[in-house]
């Protein structure tokens, strides 16, 4: 059975290590992803980020080197973080039930901000339901039928 390789850069900001992942993670590229993030703890990093985006497949036994690797992350006084998750490895993580014993990094959001034009005001209407220009039924008030309102 012929396996992917994992590929693994690694790259150096102020206050964090990212190590960007590409491949698979399973029984035999685990000790080679250990080794990296090993390496990148040495330097004494806040953070070690593993970028996902590009882990095509993740085993058993690279989710346990996932654990084992954030435990030594914290006895380095680092945090391991998971960015670019996947819908792949959500579910495994959601599934698995360790999902929540890791800090993920969710993308950011686009900077670019959709604008609206006229087409899309109409379509979307206003908070309070009302047409444009006209008020929303049942939208007058007791005093504008001449009777006081209730009390």
Request: proline content about 6%.
């Amino acid at each position: 059975m012929v396996h992917q390789k994992l590929d693994i850069s690694v790259y150096r900001e102020a206050n964090e290590t990212i190590v960007v992942l590409t491949g698979e993670i399973d029984l035999h590229t685990a000790p080679r992803l250990s080794a990296a993030v090993d390496a990148a703890l040495a330097d004494d990093p806040v953070r070690v980020v593993l970028d996902m985006q590009g882990v095509t497949f993740c085993d058993s036994r690279g989710l346990g080197t996932l654990v084992i690797l954030a435990r030594a992350a914290a006895r380095s006084r680092a945090v391991l973080v998971l960015a670019n998750l996947g819908d792949f490895l959500k579910r495994l993580l959601a599934v698995s039930g360790i999902g929540e014993h890791f800090v993920i990094r969710e993308p950011e959001p686009e900077a670019e901000t959709p604008t609206l034009g006229l087409s899309d005001i109409e379509e979307t209407g206003t908070d309070s339901g009302q047409t444009f220009g006209r008020p929303a039924p049942d939208a007058g008030s007791a005093s504008d039928s001449g009777q006081e309102p209730p009390r």
